[in-house]
Structures are given as C-alpha cells and as structure tokens.
C-alpha cells in the first residue's frame, strides 16, 4: 500500500477527500479498513472528520472497528457527536459502540453533543443509555454544558432523565410490546337506506334495537361538536343569520338551482363519515368508519380508503331488486378497487400481495324473502349466491372475500347471519392484527395526551406535524425521536383515533385529532343535501363568508388551508388566501353558447377519457376533483391575465389567449375538446396533451386501481 503524507493509506486518502468509488475499489483489492494513520486514525475517522457519511457506513458496514480512537482518545461516535451527524451516531449507536468512553479532555460523545446543542444527537445516545450524570474534570455535567452554551432545549431534556428509573421507563415506551393492537378498524360502505346505522348499533349494543335506532338517528341530525351550537337541529352549523348563503342574491339563485342538488333517500341520512369506537361481543374492539350512502360525499372519502389492514363491509338491501343489488355491490366494489393501491409483488393469475378484506352482506333479510335455509340455519338463495360468484371472479385479485353472501336481520341480534358476520369479523380481526407489528408503548402513553388535545383543540381539532411531534416529545416522552413519531402516528391512524393528512403542495402535514370531527362536522356538513341546496352557487366563498359557516372556529384559514389539503377546494386567485373556489358546490350550469361552433377557421381536437370496463361511474365522483386540479392548474400561468377559467356544474372553460378547451362530464368519460386558430395547431395539440394529462394525473391520484383510456374525437366532426 502507498503511504503519502501523515503516513495515510491511499484508503485513508479516498475515505478522507470523500472518493466513494474509490473507497469501493480499494476495499474490493484487500485494503484493510483498520491502518492507522501517524495521528492513529482510521479510515473511518478520516471520512467522518470530513463529513462523508455514505462512506462512513460503507467502513461500518465493511467490519471497521468502531471503537477505535485516535491519538487524542477521539473515537468515531465522538467524532460523529461532535460534527452533528445523526446518521452515523444512530448507526454506531445500533452497532454497539462505546458510548460512555472519554477523550483526552473527559469529554464523551453525549458532553460534545449537548455542547455543540444537536439535540437528536443527545436524545439517541440517551436512548443507548450514555449516562447523563457523568461530569468532565472540570465536574461539568452534560446538562451544565448545554447550559453554558445557551441549548436550553438539551438541557431541559437532560434534566427530565436524570433519574435512571425514569429514562429507562421511557426507553421501554419505545419498545414493542408483547401484546397486538387492541383495535382495527370496520369500514362500511353501502347505498343510503341499506342499513349501516342499524348494523353498527346492533354490533355495538345488546340493548333493544329500537333504543339503539333512535340513538343513531340522533347521531345524524344534532350537531354535538359546537360549543356555540345555537341553530336548529335541521340547519346543522350553518345557520341562515350572517352566512353566506343568507344574502339576498345568493338565495335567489340558489332557489333557481335548489332542483338540481341530489335529494338524499331520507332525512336521517349519514353525514359525511361516521366514526365510532365499539367492543363487539366476542369479536372484539373496532373503529367503525361508516361511510354515507349519500353521493357528493363520495369525492371525498379516497382519504380514508385504500389501507389494507381492515375489513370492509359492502352491503346492500335484499328487499330490492336483484339487478339493484348487482347494481350497488358492483358499484362499491369498484369504488374500492379504484382507491385501494395493489402492491407488489403480484402473483400467479394477477392475485396482489396483500388483498384487502371484504364481506358482502345483505340487510333486511326475513325468512318471508328467502324461505330457504343452510344447515347453519343462514338465509340462502340461488341470486345471492350467483352474485356473489360473479364478483369474486371479478375482484378476486384485489380482494380476498368472504366465501359467503350474508343475508342478515341486524334487528335481530340472534339471527344465523348475524352469528355468522360476527364469527367473520373476529377471524379476520385476529388474521390482520398477527401480521401487524405490536405496538411500541408509546401508544397507549400518548392515549391519555391525546384526549386531553381534543379537549385544548376542541373547536379546529387539527395540529400541523411538527407540533404533534413536539407535543409528544413534550409531554409524553423525551426520547421520542423521528423514527417512532412516524411509528406512533401510522398506529394511531391502524386504530382509528388521528387521520393523518399530506400537504404536497406546502410540504407541511397535518394530524386531525379527531375524525369523527373531520367526517361527520366538516365534510358531514359542507357537502349535505341541507348545504348544497343553499351554498354559493359559483363555488366562491371569501373568507367573511365563510366564517360564519363554523362560527366557533377563530380562524376560518386555518380550516380552508386543511380544505384545500383534501382537495375540496382552491384558491381563486393566484398567491392569495382570500377567496377559495369549491367546484363541488357550484350549481349553475353552462349557457348553450358556452361552445358556438361558428369558427370554421379553428382547428379542432378532442378525447374522451373512459374508465376501463367494468369500472363504468369510476369518474363521476372525481370530475369536482378535476376541476380543483384546472383551478390549481391556472396559477402556473406565465402570464395569468392570458388565461382564463370558468366553471359550472360539471364543466369548465379554460382559455389560454385565442386558445379554448372544454372539460365535461359525459356519462361515465371525462372529456376534453381543444380548438384555436390555424396558425397555432401545434400549440393547440400540446394544450390539448396539457389538459388530458392533468385529468388523468387527478382521476389516478383519487383512484389509483382505475384503468383510464383515451378515446380519440374526431376533429371534423366537433367543427359541425
């Protein structure tokens, strides 16, 4: 080996100047990852000393001694504690380093990092048990060092473990433990009137059914969130007095265009999401999130969809007619097909790793409808059992489902199909909860932390990322570092208590404290049959007019920003949070010369993209989505006096100068038609690509299981 100045190795030369390749090369010949250099250091000394750090692992990796100090007792964890590398301390910290060896100055990694104030530095090597008590020769302890040095922040975490006790609790928190989740969560999906409430409260209760069905019905229609609550039981948080829609223009339109808001199939419907704890006896605990039958809802609920480590129940009510019942189970099963993401790797005939699990069941059961019976004693019959043939062949892939339809009287608890769901749902629970990872113990610690967040946050419930961490940090453990926040946070959401949001756009995420506020008061009320039918009509709320919709939430941004999150809305102005378009609640409809065709000198395109078949209705949901992505799209103008966008009630018109693009909903397609002048036909086709892309990106980001295609228009038939 060559050995230059400092009497270093070509190794010591590469690990120190940062040459990976090198590195690489050198230690592939038999280069020995331990020579010392004349100030007794190692190759991994050399490459921290100077910041590499994939090469410092890759020496870790290659068996480097990890212990090794240099000729002023400096060893590699000081070093990496010293210069701020987390990275590397984690690291040395899991491949058992010394943490407790002092230098020539009686300093030790955890002195250097408190001095130097990298707190996550400290919180690791607390959580590898360096002791916090050890003092330098001067009897200067760690806490005295990031005192000196003005680190209040490190201080105040050293001076909480002082007490071995309490540090090693803590440390235990932030191991798993030896007992599984207590819960996972009961997804309900289903068409308005097919009898989720009554399933829930029947699974719940063994009270009498009628006591349990007024009880749910009370849930629906009386809003128990707000603490100023003053309006009627009809109204729900909005009030007429002050709001938006009370202003004398709005209510005439509104009254022009009342017809066109869906009626919901009866006034007790469920708002939004429904969220519910429920220790079902002898299947245990659930977090049942069922989901309202009520359509607008439905662009909505891909937030909440699409995790596979939970049991889906699709029903449907056996009172009606067996092509209705095809009908809805075909349309909820695509629904989820479409939201829940297939993961690699995939198998033989196309089977996914990981299929979510779902049971099909039928309400309203009675032995007059299906008069024969199994050897169980469960309702059978020969539709049922086609139905559910056709969809297993259909959704097999995706979904691993029950081998049997259930037909069941949920208000009669001691029914066959009732014994037989409950039978289901504690083998399933128990299948989901063994392949999860247990719990750390922070979990239940944060518990009791959490209630008292909802409580402080009880009006806007919601805390940005950061502060979550820091709160958890603060009040429940320390030593919580980036790793198990993330950890805690995926837990709390697998049991249902926290929703957890991200913000690609700002890059700033959100935790909702509590869902059953977010399903059920926010998105519960914003897009009911009673709002809808008296909102703005153009979709454009400014911020007066929107705050008095939910009076006792102080910052109506706030609310807006985390809206614009879940993409119910956006800005209507680029750069400005005054006035937010919701395509959702517009309901005026374009005039008939939206799109004259009197320009025969315009050249003209067109697409439609369809669903794949099979997934008819797919994009009907999605297209108030798409429209919240065109908003978005118009703030990326160069020139946005260039550019224009107007929406109506699934349709919009966007221009761009003498160029014009048409975007509509036509039966189960979403298209697009293009047209400009002659001499701009190739910027027309790149436009026309801009806008097709921008729908598919947004139809795929809702519902990444839907197949999209494009279906060409022709250009000479859209000029007639």
């Known amino acids: 080996l060559l050995h230059v100045q400092d009497e270093e190795t070509a190794l010591h030369c590469a ?107 400290v919180r690791v090597l607390c959580l590898a048990r360096s002791n916090v008590a050890r003092k330098t020769k001067d009897g200067l302890t760690a806490e005295i060092l990031a005192l000196a040095s003005e680190h209040t ?145 439905h662009m909505a ?81 020969s539709d049922t059992e086609a139905m559910l043939k056709t969809v297993r062949l259909r959704f097999e892939t995706h979904f691993d489902i029950c081998d049997k339809l259930l037909l069941l009287d949920s208000t009669n608890p001691s029914c066959a199909g009732m014994k037989a769901l409950k039978n289901y749902l504690k083998e399933t629970r128990a299948t989901i909860i063994s392949r999860l990872q247990k719990p750390i113990g922070l979990l239940e610690a944060t518990m009791p932390y959490l209630q008292s967040m909802r409580k402080q946050h009880a009006n806007f419930p919601v805390v940005s990322w950061p502060t979550f961490a820091s709160i958890v940090r603060t009040d429940v453990n320390p030593l919580t570092g980036d790793a198990h926040c993330r950890q805690l946070i995926q837990q709390l959401q697998l049991i249902g208590e926290v929703v957890y949001l991200r913000d690609e756009t700002a890059e700033m995420d959100y935790v909702v404290l509590n869902p059953e506020w977010l399903g059920t008061h926010i998105i519960g009320q914003l897009l009911s049959a009673e709002f809808l039918s008296r909102c703005r009509i153009n979709g454009i709320y400014s911020l007066e007019h929107f705050a008095p919709i939910f009076p006792e939430i102080p910052e109506p941004t706030d609310l807006l920003r985390m809206l614009d999150v879940l993409q119910l809305c956006a800005p209507a102005e680029p750069d400005s949070e005054e006035t937010f378009e919701f395509p959702a609640f517009i309901l005026a409809t374009e ?28 994009l009907q949901s999605t297209f108030p989505r798409i429209q919240v992505a065109l908003r978005r799209s118009m703030h990326d103008f160069q020139d946005p006096m260039d550019a224009d966008l107007i929406q109506w009630a699934g349709c919009s018109k966007m221009s761009s ?25 190739t910027s027309c086709f790149y436009f026309l690509e801009d806008v097709v892309n921008l729908v598919e990106q947004t139809a795929s980001e809702v519902a990444p299981g839907i197949g999209l295609e494009r279906h060409f228009l022709s250009p000479k038939a859209l000029q007639v």
């Open 15 to 121: 690990a120190a100047r940062g040459h990976l390749e090198c590195v690489q090369t050198l230690l592939d010949a038999g280069s020995s990852v331990d020579d010392f250099d004349n100030h007794h250091r190692t190759p991994l000394l050399c490459a921290l000393e100077n910041g590499h750090l994939d090469i410092a692992l890759l020496l870790i990796h290659k068996g480097s001694k990890i212990n090794e100090p240099d000729d002023h007792a400096n060893t590699p964890l000081h070093v990496a504690a010293r210069l701020g590398l987390l990275t590397a301390v984690q690291t040395l910290c899991h491949c058992g380093a010394n943490v407790d060896l002092a230098n020539q100055d009686s300093l030790t990694p955890l002195h250097l990092a408190a001095r130097e104030g990298f707190l996550d530095i």
């Open 153 to 297: 922040h490190v201080a105040s975490l050293l001076s909480k473990i002082k007490q071995d006790n309490v540090r090693e609790n803590y440390i235990d928190q932030l191991c798993p433990l030896h007992a599984p989740l207590r819960r996972i969560k009961l997804k309900l999906f289903g068409h308005s009137q097919t009898g989720k409430s009554r399933l829930v409260q029947s699974l719940h209760s063994t009270r009498g059914i009628t006591s349990t069905i007024i009880d749910a019905v009370s849930r629906r229609i009386s809003d128990h969130y707000s603490p100023s609550n003053t309006m009627s039981k009809d109204d729900g948080i909005h009030s007429g007095q002050g709001s938006s829609f009370s202003s004398e223009s709005n209510n005439n339109s509104s009254e022009q265009c009342v017809h066109l808001v869906q009626c919901p199939a009866h006034s007790a419907y469920t708002r939004g999401i429904d969220v519910q704890n429920i220790n079902c006896a002898g299947c245990g605990e659930f977090s049942v999130w069922e989901f309202g039958g009520y359509e607008p809802y």
């Open 301 to 381: 609920y891909d937030h909440f969809v699409g995790n596979t480590d939970c049991i889906h129940v699709v029903l449907f009510k056996a009172t009606d007619s067996t092509e209705e019942q095809y009908k809805q189970v075909l349309y909820w099963m695509n629904f989820l097909k479409g939201r829940v993401t297939p993961t690699e790797p995939i198998g033989h005939c196309g089977i996914i790793s990981r299929r979510s699990k779902v049971v099909i069941v039928g309400t309203h059961a009675t032995s007059a409808l299906f008069p024969s019976k199994n050897s169980e004693g469960e309702f059978e019959s």
């Open 591 to 618: 005039s008939p010369d939206v799109w004259v065709r009197n320009k025969s000198t315009y050249v003209y395109g067109g697409v439609r993209v369809h669903p794949m078949r099979g997934m008819e209705r797919s």
């Open 657 to 681: 100068g003498q160029m014009e693009a048409l975007v509509r909903i036509r039966g189960d397609a979403v298209e697009v038609q293009v047209r400009g002048p002659a001499e701009r036909a």
